[in-house]
C-alpha cells in the first residue's frame, strides 16, 4: 500500500474522530434536532472512503470486510436516530450515543490499518535498501573477477575463449561499464544511434553462451533503443 494511500485511511480517522467528539452535535440529537447529526453531516468525514476500501480489499480483504461492517454500522446508526427524530421522539439521550460510538470504532479500524500499513511499508524500504547495498558490493565483486589481457579475457583466472576483435571489446566494455548502459555506438561507431548493429548482435549472441557455459553470475541485457548492459544473474 502506498504511503498516499496510508495518509488518507488516517485523515478519513481523523474526521470521524472530529465528528462523533462535537459535543454541540451530540446536544442537538439529544434534543432532537436533526440539523448537525444527519447523515449528510458524514458526507465530508467520509469522502474518499469508498475508494480506500476498495484499495483495502485487494490489500487485506478480511481487514476491509471488518471496516466495511464498522461503516455499515455508522450508517445504520445515523439512518436510525434520524427516523427517531423524524417521528418526534424527544428522549434521544442513549439513541445518539449509537452514532458516536460507531464513528469511533470505525475510525479505530482504520487507524490499526494505518499502523499494519505504515509497518509493512516500513520493511519494504528496509528491504529496498538491503537490495540497494547489496546490488553495488555485487556488481564491483563481480566485475573484479574479470581480468583483460591482450587478446585474453579471464574469470577467476578462467580463460573465457573470447578471443580478439569486436567480442573482446564488446565485453571489456560492458564489464568495465558494469550495471550500467553501454550506448550502441560506443560498442560499434557503425552502428545506429537506436538500434545495434548486426555486428553487435553477433558479438552479444556469442557473449551470453560463454557467460551461460562458463557458469559466470552475470548476463547481458538489452535496452531497446539504447543500449546493453551486464548485471548479476538472478539465477
Same mark, same amino acid.
Given at each position: 500500500?502506498?504511503?498516499?494511500?496510508?495518509?488518507?485511511?488516517?485523515?478519513?480517522a481523523?474526521?470521524l474522530?472530529?465528528?462523533?467528539?462535537d459535543?454541540?452535535?451530540?446536544?442537538m440529537?439529544?434534543h432532537g434536532?436533526?440539523g448537525l447529526?444527519?447523515r449528510?453531516s458524514?458526507?465530508?468525514?467520509l469522502?474518499?472512503?469508498?475508494?480506500?476500501?476498495?484499495?483495502?480489499?485487494?490489500?487485506r480483504p478480511?481487514?476491509a470486510?471488518?471496516?466495511?461492517?464498522?461503516?455499515?454500522?455508522?450508517l445504520?446508526s445515523?439512518k436510525?436516530?434520524?427516523?427517531e427524530?423524524?417521528?418526534?421522539?424527544?428522549d434521544?439521550?442513549?439513541?445518539?450515543?449509537?452514532?458516536?460510538?460507531?464513528?469511533?470504532?470505525?475510525a @479505530?479500524?482504520l487507524?490499526t490499518?494505518?499502523?499494519?500499513?505504515?509497518?509493512g511499508?516500513s520493511?519494504?524500504k528496509?528491504k529496498?535498501k538491503?537490495?540497494l547495498k @547489496?546490488?553495488?558490493?555485487?556488481s564491483?565483486?563481480?566485475?573484479?573477477r574479470?581480468?583483460?589481457?591482450?587478446?585474453?579475457?579471464l574469470?577467476?583466472?578462467?580463460?573465457l575463449?573470447?578471443?580478439?576483435?569486436?567480442?573482446?571489446?564488446?565485453?571489456?566494455?560492458?564489464?568495465e561499464?558494469?550495471?550500467?548502459?553501454?550506448p550502441?555506438?560506443k560498442?560499434?561507431g557503425?552502428?545506429?544511434q537506436?538500434?545495434a548493429?548486426?555486428?553487435?548482435r553477433?558479438a552479444?549472441?556469442?557473449l551470453?553462451?560463454?557467460?551461460?557455459?562458463?557458469?559466470?553470475?552475470?548476463v547481458i541485457?538489452?535496452?531497446?533503443a539504447?543500449?546493453?548492459l551486464?548485471?548479476?544473474?538472478t539465477?
Amino acid at each position: 500500500m502506498s504511503a498516499e494511500t496510508i495518509d488518507s485511511i488516517e485523515q478519513i480517522a481523523e474526521k470521524l474522530e472530529k465528528w462523533a467528539n462535537d459535543n454541540k452535535r451530540h446536544r442537538m440529537l439529544c434534543h432532537g434536532l436533526a440539523g448537525l447529526g444527519c447523515r449528510a453531516s458524514l458526507s465530508e468525514p467520509l469522502r474518499g472512503f469508498g475508494t480506500i476500501l476498495l484499495k483495502l480489499k485487494c490489500w487485506r480483504p478480511e481487514a476491509a470486510q471488518e471496516v466495511e461492517k464498522a461503516h455499515i454500522r455508522l450508517l445504520s446508526s445515523v439512518k436510525g436516530i434520524n427516523q427517531e427524530i423524524k417521528n418526534g421522539r424527544k428522549d434521544l439521550v442513549f439513541s445518539a450515543l449509537a452514532p458516536q460510538v460507531s464513528a469511533n470504532l470505525l475510525a @479505530k479500524k482504520l487507524r490499526t490499518i494505518v499502523e499494519m500499513a505504515r509497518e509493512g511499508l516500513s520493511v519494504e524500504k528496509q528491504k529496498d535498501k538491503r537490495r540497494l547495498k @547489496k546490488k553495488p558490493q555485487e556488481s564491483t565483486d563481480i566485475a573484479k573477477r574479470f581480468t583483460f589481457r591482450p587478446g585474453q579475457v579471464l574469470f577467476d583466472a578462467r580463460d573465457l575463449n573470447v578471443g580478439t576483435g569486436t567480442a573482446f571489446e564488446i565485453m571489456k566494455a560492458l564489464v568495465e561499464d558494469f550495471g550500467h548502459i553501454v550506448p550502441f555506438q560506443k560498442l560499434d561507431g557503425n552502428s545506429r544511434q537506436k538500434e545495434a548493429s548486426e555486428k553487435i548482435r553477433t558479438a552479444i549472441g556469442r557473449l551470453r553462451k560463454i557467460l551461460k557455459s562458463a557458469k559466470i553470475p552475470a548476463v547481458i541485457e538489452n535496452r531497446k533503443a539504447e543500449g546493453y548492459l551486464m548485471v548479476p544473474s538472478t539465477n
